[in-house]
């Protein structure tokens, strides 16, 4: 008896230590919020106070990310023919700003404004945080989508042997729907519909990158999302009896409307048994860009993140290249007179055109502000043209 009392006490002991253990795990879970407060600095260029105050709040909230977090670095080399061209480290933070609010802001002199932040930060998993997704399309400058996605619904009309084919924009709406919810903001279908030529969509549908560009621009739009979807009748057996099911397939990519690049691609496969094919393949497609959508917003949310708390990517389109040698110049000098460069890239030169990559923590209206008619290593730059994620700028000799 009494090594069976021991017994007992020292597993109730045992169980009480589990399950203060499993407690104490829940309750760390608070560790995943910080909230922070952080200090950024913005230039006041050109008397602009209102893009130094904005300047200001970025550079705070990438700051109270860095001081919660920490950053990782990752390296990037570019190697032809067995050399080393160029190697560049670029810093990344994981976690994500779910709130901030503005706590004090002023002139600190003539040349530069200072905000100071209250910042809530997150270490969980970002999908299902409306408040932190609709942060980050606040810090995107809230880009707008359109969506063009082509959709064959096959199958046997009941009844009858003969095969009907049916286009009735499920896809499409689907996708919006799901985008929507998570705070996205997409352009009038109608005004798509409108400014879309045959050929246009043609082309667009089977991939056409730069169409699809050309088509965003049109109506205003800064993220196209385009891709196919299909669904076809087909008899499945299930626990021994035939029954009728219907499977759709979908496939998408995202596209930057003003560089024509592609920031997130996917795919994914819906089923649905109904005796009507029509009624059943609209099912199955709607399953399926339920599921496709999740994935897609999960990359481009991803990217997003990573260009407001990191850098982001942005297009320098340059137009009066006078040589290689002006060009090489041009590019070595520009993370020394341009504050935020932290990397650029050379990806093609033509006659007296280029275009550079550069990665910078800003926008491509802070690169306009700060590259206009500035005078770098006796080249004179005039900014001509301003997207969302590019910068075109003309270049010339200081006499």
């Known amino acids: 008896m009494p090594n069976r009392k021991w017994a007992g006490l020292l597993l109730g002991g045992l169980l009480i230590y589990f399950w203060g253990s499993i407690s104490y795990g829940q309750e760390t879970t608070d560790a995943d919020v910080k909230v922070v407060v952080a200090s950024g600095m913005g230039s006041i260029i050109g008397g602009d106070v209102a893009h130094a105050r904005d300047d200001a709040i970025e550079d705070a909230l990438r700051t109270s990310i860095e001081q919660t977090l920490g950053l990782i670095l990752e390296s990037e080399t570019l190697v032809e023919n067995y050399q080393l061209i160029e190697d560049n480290i670029f810093s990344k933070t994981k976690g994500y700003v779910q709130k901030y609010d503005v706590i004090k802001e002023g002139k600190r002199d003539e040349q530069l404004f200072e905000v100071t932040v209250k910042a809530t930060i997150k270490l969980t998993d970002l999908k299902n945080d409306l408040e932190g997704i609709a942060t980050i399309i606040r810090r995107k400058n809230t880009p707008r989508m359109m969506v063009i996605i082509e959709e064959r619904n096959i199958g046997e009309a009941p009844g009858s042997y003969h095969y009907i084919e049916a286009d009735m924009n499920t896809a499409e709406t689907a996708i919006m729907e799901s985008f929507m919810e998570k705070g996205f903001k997409f352009v009038d279908q109608s005004i798509v519909k409108q400014n879309l030529k045959r050929e246009q969509a043609a082309a667009i549908l089977e991939g056409d990158a730069s169409q699809a560009a050309a088509l965003g621009r049109t109506v205003g739009a800064e993220v196209i999302l385009t891709g196919k979807a299909m669904a076809k009748g087909t008899v499945v057996e299930v626990y021994g009896a035939k029954q009728r099911s219907q499977q759709a397939t979908i496939t998408a990519r995202a596209i930057r409307t003003d560089t024509g690049d592609i920031i997130a691609t996917g795919s994914a496969q819906g089923a649905f048994p109904h005796i009507?094919?029509?009624?059943?393949?609209?099912?199955?497609?709607?399953?399926?860009?339920?599921?496709?959508?999740?994935?897609?917003?999960?990359?481009?949310?991803?990217?997003?993140?990573?260009?407001?708390?990191?850098?982001?990517?942005?297009?320098?389109?340059?137009?009066?290249?006078?040589?290689?040698?002006?060009?090489?110049?041009?590019?070595?000098?520009?993370?020394?007179?341009?504050?935020?460069?932290?990397?650029?890239?050379?990806?093609?030169?033509?006659?007296?055109?280029?275009?550079?990559?550069?990665?910078?923590?800003?926008?491509?209206?802070?690169?306009?502000?700060?590259?206009?008619?500035?005078?770098?290593?006796?080249?004179?730059?005039?900014?001509?043209?301003?997207?969302?994620?590019?910068?075109?700028?003309?270049?010339?000799?200081?006499?």
């Open 276 to 399: 009507d094919d029509v009624v059943g393949g609209s099912k199955a497609i709607q399953l399926a860009c339920g599921k496709l959508s999740e994935d897609i917003i999960d990359k481009i949310l991803d990217r997003w993140q990573a260009d407001v708390s990191s850098g982001t990517t942005i297009t320098l389109k340059l137009r009066g290249v006078t040589g290689f040698a002006q060009l090489n110049k041009f590019k070595a000098s520009l993370k020394y007179y341009v504050r935020g460069v932290s990397s650029v890239m050379q990806r093609d030169w033509y006659e007296s055109f280029a275009t550079l990559e550069i990665v910078m923590t800003g926008s491509a209206e802070d690169l306009a502000q700060r590259l206009s008619d500035k005078d770098i290593e006796g080249i004179k730059v005039k900014v001509v043209g301003l997207s969302q994620n590019s910068v075109t700028v003309e270049l010339s000799t200081v006499e």
